[in-house]
C-alpha cells in the first residue's frame, strides 16, 4: 500500500478542522425557559430529554453524528491516494518514448494508436510516488524534447496531451541518442589523465510506446539504459498503400504525358482497389487494380500532352483501410519559367554557340550586349540595376559596379574586397574539382588543355570549385543575395594573330555542359516540368531567381511560410510537414523591371507561382502497420509487455463511493426520525 499527498498544507488544516466543528455542533446547549409546575409526573419526557442532552448520552445514541464523522473520514482518506503498485515499477527516473510518426495513425485501436500510446503513458505518470521524475520525448525521424526531468504529474500529463500527429517516418536513433545523453554522461580525456567521466552516470528505464515500424539499433550502448518495449497496434492488420506515383513525358510518343504509380499490398488477402486520378480536383481518369497478398501492382495512365493537362496530379485509392495517409498521392507539372541572361562579350564563338544550343535556350531568356555599355553608366543601370535579370556572364571585362544579379566572370573577377587573381601563367592543367556542386556535376575536365590561366582566390565564404596546377581556378563566393562565380582562364584570349582559343575545352562535350549547369544554377530559371518530390519533414533546396529579394511557401494547409538563401546562395525550406502541393511565390522584386530585359518573360509576368514541390508519405516501413512484437537494441532482445504496461491500483474513488453512500444513508435516517 502507497500513499500519494494530493493537498497542501492549508488544505489539510481546513479539512482536519471540520471533524470538530461537527461535534461541537452536537454539544451546543438548548436555551429553556423556567416555568412553575404542580407535579413532575406530566414532565418525565422532558427529564429525559435533559438526560439526552448529556455529554455521555448524545455520543451513545447519535447515529448521524458517527455517520457525518465516517464521511468526513472517507474524504481525508481519499485525499491521501491510498493505491497499491503493480509488480513492475516504473523506477525513480522514467524517460517516456512516444512514436508519433505517420504509421501511428493508425485506426485499428481505437481511436488512434498515438491516443492509446498517450493513454498507456499517462498511466505510468499517474503510477509516480514522491520522489519519481520523468521526461517525455516523442520522435519520428527526429527527436523532440516535449519536457525534462520532473516530479510534477500535471505538467507530464500536459506534455503528453500536447504531442502532435505527424506525417513524418520514424527513425529511433535520435531519440535513443538523447535518452543516453541523460542517462549516460559523455567522457572527456585531458593531458595525462584519460577517459575523466564529466558527470554522474544515474539509471533510467526507457518506456517505449510504439509499433515498432523503425531499424533495429543492434550495435548501439545502452549502458546505465533498461529499456522496456509497450507495443500498440495489432499484428494482423490490412492496409494499401500508393509507393510511387509520378508524371513523366512519354519518351516515344512526346505528344503524350504518363502518370505512373505503385501501389502495394500489406494483409492476407488479394484486393481489388478502385484508383481514381484527379487533375485540379477534376476526375480524368480511373482504374481498377488487383493486387495479390504482400505483392506490389502498377498502373500507368497515358494523357494527351496538352496545355490541360498541366497542374496538379491527385491519385486516391478508393479502399477502407487502418492507415488513410498513404492512400493518396500527388504530383504535379512546374510552370516553367526560364531566367533572365545578359551576356557581356566583345566577341567570343565558342560560348556563344554554347549559349545558343536547345538546351540553353529551354532554360534561360539570353540578351547580348557589348562591353561598351558599361563605360555608359546610365546604360548600365538600365540594364544591370534594376532587378529583373537573374545572371550576368561578364567574358573577359569587369563592370564598374557589381549588378543586381548572380554573376559569371570568365577571365576577369568582381571589382569588390576580397576577390585576387594571380599572374597569368601558363600551361596550365586541371587536375581537380567538385562534383558535389551542381555546376560540377557529370563533368570530365582530365585532358583539358588551357594555354594560360590565373589563380583564383574567393573571399571569406567562398568555395574552390575546380583546381589545377597553379592553384584553383574556379570558385564561387555569395555577395548579399546574390552569387559570383569566377573562372580564371578566358575561352579565346588577343594576339597578334587576333582572337584564339586560349583552351581545347570548347571542342569537347564537356563544355557546353558546363555553360548549361553555370546557367541553369546561376539564373534560378525553372526548368524540369516534374515538380520534385519529398518525404515529409525532410529538407528541400531550392534554386530561385535573384531578381526576387523574399519568397513564401504556401503549404496545403494555406499557411505561408517566409524562406531565405543560404550562404551557399540555395534556398532551404524544413516545414514541409504535411502531405501535399507546396507552391513557392515571390513576395518582392529587388526594383522596378527595366524595359528591355521585362520583355524577355512578358508572359510570365501575371503568374506569382515560381515553383511547386511535392510532399508524400512513399514509406514502405510506414505503410506496412502490422504491429512489431519484439525489438534488438543495443544486442538485446526487447519482449514487448502486451497488457503489462506499469500502472497504480487507486482505491480514492471506490473511497469516495463509499462516503456518498453514507450521506445517503444519513440522509436517510434523519428524514426518518422526522
Known amino acids: 500500500m502507497t500513499w500519494i499527498n494530493s493537498l497542501s498544507a492549508t488544505q489539510w488544516i481546513v479539512l482536519l478542522s471540520i471533524p470538530p466543528l461537527i461535534v461541537s455542533l452536537y454539544f451546543l446547549k438548548l436555551k429553556r425557559a423556567p416555568i412553575s409546575v404542580p407535579s413532575t409526573y406530566l414532565w418525565r419526557k422532558t427529564i429525559e430529554d435533559s438526560h439526552v442532552n448529556s455529554l455521555w448520552q448524545r455520543l451513545r445514541r447519535s447515529l448521524l453524528l458517527l455517520l457525518q464523522l465516517l464521511f468526513v473520514a472517507a474524504i481525508i482518506f481519499a485525499c491521501l491516494r491510498p493505491g497499491w ?20 495513425t493508425a ?42 526531468f520532473t516530479g510534477d504529474r500535471n505538467r507530464l500529463i500536459a506534455a503528453i496531451d500536447n504531442i502532435p500527429v505527424t506525417s513524418r517516418t520514424t527513425d529511433l536513433n535520435e531519440a535513443m541518442r538523447a535518452a543516453a545523453g541523460l542517462a549516460n554522461p559523455g567522457r572527456v580525456s585531458f593531458d595525462g589523465m584519460n577517459d575523466i567521466q564529466v558527470a554522474e552516470a544515474l539509471p533510467a528505464t526507457v518506456n517505449l510506446f510504439s509499433d515498432g515500424g523503425f531499424v533495429g539499433l543492434s550495435d548501439f550502448n545502452l549502458g546505465n539504459l533498461s529499456v522496456r518495449y509497450i507495443p500498440i497496434g495489432s499484428e494482423k492488420v490490412s492496409n494499401v498503400a500508393i509507393e510511387a506515383f509520378s508524371i513523366l513525358r512519354n519518351e516515344e510518343r512526346p505528344d503524350e504525358i504518363q502518370a505512373y504509380a505503385r501501389v502495394a499490398s500489406y494483409g492476407e488477402k488479394a484486393l481489388e482497389v478502385d484508383a481514381s486520378l484527379f487533375l485540379d480536383d477534376a476526375l480524368i481518369d480511373a482504374v481498377k487494380i488487383k493486387i495479390e497478398p504482400n ?72 540578351k547580348v550586349v557589348e562591353p561598351s555599355v558599361l563605360l555608359d553608366e546610365s546604360e548600365s543601370v538600365r540594364l544591370f540595376q534594376n532587378g529583373n535579370v537573374d545572371l550576368v556572364i561578364f567574358d573577359q571585362c569587369q563592370p564598374q559596379r557589381m549588378p543586381a ?51 583564383v582566390t574567393p573571399p571569406e565564404g567562398g568555395k574552390i570549385l575546380m583546381r589545377a596546377d597553379i592553384g584553383s581556378v574556379f570558385a564561387i563566393a555569395p555577395r548579399g543575395p546574390y552569387q559570383d562565380a569566377v573562372l580564371g582562364f578566358g575561352i579565346v584570349r588577343q594576339s597578334d594573330k587576333g582572337t584564339e582559343l586560349n583552351t ?53 494547409s494555406g499557411t505561408t511560410s517566409s524562406i531565405e538563401p543560404t550562404p551557399g546562395g540555395q534556398f532551404v525550406f524544413t516545414a514541409a510537414e504535411s502531405i501535399g502541393v507546396y507552391r513557392v511565390q515571390a513576395s518582392s522584386q529587388t526594383s522596378d523591371a527595366d524595359n528591355s530585359i521585362k520583355s524577355l518573360t512578358d508572359s510570365q509576368a501575371n503568374e506569382s507561382t515560381i515553383d511547386i514541390f511535392i510532399s508524400n508519405l512513399f514509406s514502405p516501413r510506414e505503410s506496412n502497420i502490422a504491429t512489431v512484437p519484439d525489438l534488438s537494441i543495443g544486442g538485446e532482445k526487447v519482449t514487448g509487455l502486451v497488457g503489462k504496461s506499469p500502472t497504480r491500483i487507486e482505491y480514492w474513488r471506490w473511497i469516495l463511493s463509499a462516503g456518498l453512500c453514507l450521506v445517503v444513508f444519513e440522509w436517510f435516517i434523519y428524514h426518518r426520525r422526522h
Request: some cysteine; hydrophobic content about 40%; charged content about 20%.
Open 85 to 104: 503498485s503493480s509488480s513492475q515499477n516504473i523506477g525513480q527516473r522514467s524517460i517516456l518514448l512516444i512514436d508519433n510518426s505517420a504509421s501511428m
Open 107 to 148: 485506426i485499428d485501436v481505437t481511436p488512434s494508436r498515438l491516443d492509446v500510446a498517450k493513454a498507456k503513458a499517462k498511466e505510468i505518470v499517474r503510477a509516480m510516488t514522491g520522489n519519481d521524475v520523468a521526461m517525455v520525448i516523442a520522435f519520428s525521424d527526429r527527436a523532440d524534447v516535449q519536457q525534462g
Open 295 to 366: 505483392k506490389e501492382s502498377g498502373v500507368t495512365f497515358d494523357l494527351a500532352a496538352t496545355d490541360t493537362t498541366r497542374g496538379v496530379f491527385r491519385l486516391v485509392l478508393d479502399h477502407e483501410d487502418q492507415l488513410l495517409i498513404d492512400n493518396t498521392a500527388f504530383a504535379a507539372t512546374r510552370p516553367i519559367k526560364p531566367g533572365n541572361v545578359v551576356l557581356v562579350t566583345s566577341g567570343n564563338k565558342p560560348l556563344q554557340k554554347a549559349i545558343e544550343t536547345s538546351a540553353v535556350q529551354s532554360i534561360a531568356n539570353v
Open 405 to 455: 544579379a548572380n554573376t559569371l566572370m570568365i577571365g576577369a573577377k568582381p571589382p569588390t574586397d576580397g576577390w585576387s587573381l594571380g599572374e597569368k601563367t601558363g600551361p596550365v592543367s586541371l587536375i581537380d574539382l567538385d562534383r558535389t556542386h551542381p555546376m560540377m556535376e557529370f563533368l570530365e575536365l582530365g585532358s583539358v588543355g588551357i594555354f594560360e590561366g590565373q589563380s
Open 504 to 556: 581545347d575545352w570548347v571542342r569537347k562535350r564537356s563544355f557546353p555542359l558546363f555553360i548549361y549547369g553555370c546557367i541553369d544554377f546561376l539564373s534560378g530559371g525553372v526548368t524540369q516540368e516534374a515538380a520534385t518530390t519529398i518525404q515529409p519533414g525532410q529538407p528541400i533546396s531550392l534554386v530561385l531567381p535573384s531578381r526576387f529579394s523574399e519568397f513564401n511557401v504556401i503549404a496545403p
